[in-house]
């Protein structure tokens, strides 16, 4: 789609905006916003409308909507929110496509708050116009300009904004004054700077939408507190990849205190932190820890190409931060290149002092002449074993000339990302400009050039994940039906029996055995399925937590023994009051002790199943070192999720212990997933815990199925 046709375009291009409620004060929201308008020349024709002015800030003032003698494309409303409503309505029966309400008092405020919303919503829905808020400071397209705001960064000097290629988008009004402001002294310039409030109508989708056909954008950032329609953001995700953009997020609600605030704050539902990391990894959304980030990370993106590795060179005034580095780096994903024999003999030629050479300290170097400095980072740079180059420079002899020694060792094509860090104050702020200016992006601390460099490389693995992405696993044939009409059977509470019926369907491996209505059978199905020793389970819907009600009892050996179990689980059933639903007592071999054990798990967080893959047991709980993917998966996902965990090295064996089956690990979740998708209606989660894995093979031994 071109973006002329876009169905925002107007709204980021308006050529007519009514300022509803615009007043002389410029002390008051309602003045200055159209004052912030005039002073930074909005190209678009304004319309002031109050019922009380014939005139307002020196333009001439309509008493009524109905008064404009042209269709505005985008009202701004400045009132109180009792107001709103009738307002939005005259604007509808003049055929305003777009409004601003900026009125706060809406779904961030409670329950009448709620319907105070909806009530606008379906006003604005009647007419088929947009709403941009409530509860919101408005939005700025920086080409032009069109300001239609009143965010207090406005309150700076006419020309004083920065003209960029980054957008940013926020669901806080005064977050986006502030960390626009600075940003334009960080010398990061925007695009576009859109608050979006409550989003009764545009929300956070639909601006990504813009922004990946938007020429003028090449990275958006994000200040999330809640997603709205998780179904159409990843439309748009899906939009930005294909774009090649990259939207790097700030999301609130990494803790249930956090999301309290943020619910209270723009009535959203800010959905669970896993759910929302598996999603970035999905969509390669990057993540950012703080704030300042928001501003640092896409400085180095819209900059610097994707980084095709971790290997960090760092060509450094200090060896003592070139150190620092080395030490930093491994918390970011990141490692220290090795320079081969090649490299080093070259640089030893050109610094005069024998390796290594990464960490490179090239003061180190005989100085006699600055050009040592653009010879070695050339060299340092143009080899193979290097794909992020850091340049940090301390406040030290040279702050003049050392920019434009250090630029000149760079290529005018950048093939590989160069990030540079140049620690200081007031005196690293002309190499700080020079460096910035030379298309380098220069930060004056470390945590910042470090977090902008594993952004490149998370970039870049994002990148090469899409390009190589295969298809998720197919459903079995007849699975669905067959599952379907368990489901039905079990009147859609399922126990252990009927969900490994379930999982085998899909191919998930699990103990042999049988579900028994009387003693003669268990004994039966004992010599059915091998002979002992033996597991026997009570099962019941009614209670989920076997082992704890005595349930459950474990290698039995004989006849005798079963014989003994059953009248046990009998009786435990009845004094539980759960014989209602008793539906037998499922018999199966006892598993042989594992290599360890694992859980698979699947959870339905809406719109999405997510799977779970981690230590097992009590583990589970305990460490909680989890891996998390958004279903469906494929190989590559699942491979992943084994590697991430913390206890990754006790899947590759460790003191002479086999390495798990990873083959049939990675299996597993797929099928896993698979199972999901394929029951995305009607299954709620899964819980294979543990998963006996062997090195050869696996046994969800313990699982259960929750429908919806």
């Known amino acids: 789609m071109d973006i002329q046709q876009h169905p925002l375009h107007k709204l980021f291009n308006p050529e007519h905006i009514a300022v509803i409620g615009a007043g002389d004060d410029l002390t008051t929201v309602n003045g200055r916003s159209l004052m912030l308008m005039l002073r930074h020349c909005t190209k678009a024709k304004l319309y002031p409308v109050n019922p009380k002015r014939d005139q307002v800030q020196g333009m001439t003032c309509y008493k009524q909507i109905a008064d404009i003698p042209v269709v505005p494309d985008v009202a701004v409303l400045v009132i109180a929110q009792r107001l709103v409503a009738e307002t939005l309505t005259a604007l509808g029966e003049k055929g305003c496509a777009f409004a601003v309400v900026t009125a706060s008092g809406y779904a961030e405020s409670g329950e009448a708050g709620r319907k105070e919303q909806q009530q606008i919503e379906?006003?604005?829905?009647?007419?088929?116009?947009?709403?941009?808020?409530?509860?919101?400071?408005?939005?700025?397209?920086?080409?032009?300009?069109?300001?239609?705001?009143?965010?207090s960064?406005?309150?700076?000097?006419?020309?004083?904004?920065?003209?960029?290629?980054?957008?940013?988008?926020?669901?806080?009004?005064?977050?986006?004054?502030?960390l626009w402001d600075r940003a334009i002294d960080f010398g990061l310039g925007y695009s576009k700077v859109i608050s979006s409030g409550n989003e009764a109508d545009l929300g956070l989708a639909e601006y990504l939408d813009y922004l990946a056909?938007?020429?003028?954008?090449?990275?958006?950032?994000?200040?999330?507190?809640?997603?709205?329609?998780?179904?159409?953001?990843?439309?748009?995700?899906?939009?930005?990849?294909?774009?090649?953009?990259?939207?790097?997020?700030?999301?609130?609600?990494?803790?249930?205190?956090?999301?309290?605030?943020?619910?209270?704050?723009?009535?959203?539902?800010?959905?669970?932190?896993?759910?929302?990391?598996?999603?970035c990894r999905a969509y390669g959304v990057v993540q950012v820890q703080n704030l300042d980030d928001l501003l640092s990370v896409p400085f180095a993106l819209r900059a610097m190409p994707p980084a095709k590795g971790p290997r960090?060179?760092?060509?450094?005034?200090?060896?003592?931060?070139?150190?620092?580095?080395?030490?930093?780096?491994g918390g970011k994903g990141l490692v220290l290149a090795k320079p081969g024999q090649e490299l080093e003999r070259d640089l030893a030629e050109i610094v005069k002092f024998p390796p290594p050479h990464n960490p490179l300290d090239f003061v180190k170097a005989p100085?006699?002449?600055?050009?040592?400095?653009?010879?070695?980072?050339?060299?340092?740079?143009?080899?193979?074993?290097?794909?992020?180059?850091?340049?940090?420079?301390?406040?030290?002899?040279?702050?003049?000339?050392?920019?434009?020694?250090?630029?000149?060792?760079?290529?005018?094509?950048?093939?590989?990302?160069?990030?540079?860090?140049w620690m200081g104050g007031s005196l690293a702020k002309e190499a700080t400009r020079k460096m910035n200016q030379g298309g380098i992006p220069t930060y004056?601390?470390?945590?910042?050039?470090?977090?902008?460099?594993?952004?490149?490389?998370?970039?870049?693995?994002?990148?090469?994940?899409?390009?190589?992405?295969?298809?998720?696993?197919?459903?079995?044939?007849?699975?669905?039906?067959?599952?379907?009409?368990?489901?039905?059977?079990?009147?859609?509470?399922l126990d252990e029996a009927s969900s490994k019926d379930i999982l085998k369907l899909y191919g998930i491996s699990c103990p042999p055995g049988r579900l028994c209505r009387s003693l003669d059978q268990a004994h039966a199905a004992a010599e059915a399925i091998g002979g002992y020793p033996l597991v026997a389970k009570g099962v019941t819907p009614d209670?989920?937590?076997?082992?704890?009600?005595?349930?459950?009892?474990?290698?039995?050996?004989?006849?005798?023994?079963?014989?003994?179990?059953?009248?046990?689980?009998?009786?435990?059933?009845?004094?539980?009051?759960?014989?209602?639903?008793f539906r037998g007592v499922l018999i199966e071999r006892m598993a042989p002790s594992p290599l360890l054990e694992v859980i698979v798990g699947a959870v339905y967080d809406a719109p999405f199943h997510?799977?779970?893959?981690?230590?097992?047991?009590?583990?589970?709980?305990?460490?909680?070192?989890?891996?998390?993917?958004?279903?469906?998966?494929?190989?590559?996902?699942?491979?992943?999720?084994?590697?991430?965990?913390?206890?990754?090295?006790?899947?590759?064996?460790?003191?002479?212990?086999?390495?798990?089956?990873?083959?049939?690990?990675?299996?597993?979740?797929?099928?896993?997933?698979?199972?999901?998708?394929?029951?995305?209606?009607?299954?709620?989660?899964v819980d294979l815990n543990p998963l006996m894995v062997y090195p050869r093979g696996v046994c969800a031994v313990d699982a259960l199925i929750t429908i919806k």
């Open 153 to 178: 960064t406005l309150t700076r000097p006419q020309g004083d904004l920065l003209y960029g290629d980054v957008a940013l988008v926020s669901q806080s009004g005064a977050m986006l004054s502030s």
């Open 610 to 685: 997510k799977i779970m893959f981690g230590l097992g047991g009590i583990w589970v709980e305990a460490l909680k070192d989890t891996s998390t993917r958004l279903a469906p998966l494929n190989a590559d996902d699942a491979e992943e999720m084994l590697s991430e965990i913390k206890a990754a090295k006790l899947l590759r064996g460790l003191r002479g212990k086999p390495a798990a089956d990873r083959e049939n690990l990675i299996r597993t979740l797929l099928a896993v997933s698979c199972m999901v998708s394929d029951l995305s209606d009607r299954i709620a989660e």
């Open 312 to 329: 960090l060179g760092v060509f450094s005034s200090s060896g003592g931060a070139g150190g620092v580095i080395a030490d930093k780096a």
């Open 213 to 279: 056909l938007d020429p003028e954008t090449k990275v958006i950032s994000a200040y999330i507190e809640g997603i709205k329609n998780p179904e159409r953001l990843v439309r748009s995700l899906e939009l930005l990849r294909e774009k090649g953009k990259t939207l790097v997020a700030f999301k609130v609600g990494q803790t249930e205190e956090a999301s309290r605030a943020a619910a209270s704050h723009t009535g959203s539902l800010t959905g669970s932190k896993d759910t929302f990391d598996a999603l």
């Open 367 to 421: 100085l006699k002449s600055l050009d040592v400095i653009t010879r070695a980072l050339a060299r340092f740079l143009a080899d193979e074993s290097v794909d992020i180059m850091i340049v940090f420079v301390n406040v030290i002899y040279f702050q003049e000339m050392g920019a434009d020694y250090i630029l000149a060792g760079l290529p005018e094509k950048r093939e590989k990302p160069v990030l540079a860090c």
């Open 543 to 581: 209670i989920l937590h076997k082992t704890e009600a005595g349930l459950v009892h474990l290698n039995i050996r004989d006849a005798a023994s079963l014989k003994k179990a059953w009248a046990d689980i009998e009786n435990k059933i009845k004094a539980s009051g759960a014989e209602a639903h």
């Open 122 to 151: 379906q006003i604005a829905h009647r007419y088929g116009m947009h709403l941009v808020g409530p509860n919101c400071v408005g939005l700025v397209n920086l080409n032009g300009p069109m300001v239609m705001s009143w965010v």
């Open 444 to 493: 004056n601390d470390l945590e910042s050039c470090l977090e902008a460099a594993r952004a490149l490389y998370e970039v870049g693995c994002h990148q090469k994940r899409h390009e190589r992405r295969t298809l998720s696993q197919a459903s079995p044939e007849g699975a669905r039906s067959k599952a379907l009409a368990i489901i039905e059977e079990c009147g859609g509470r």
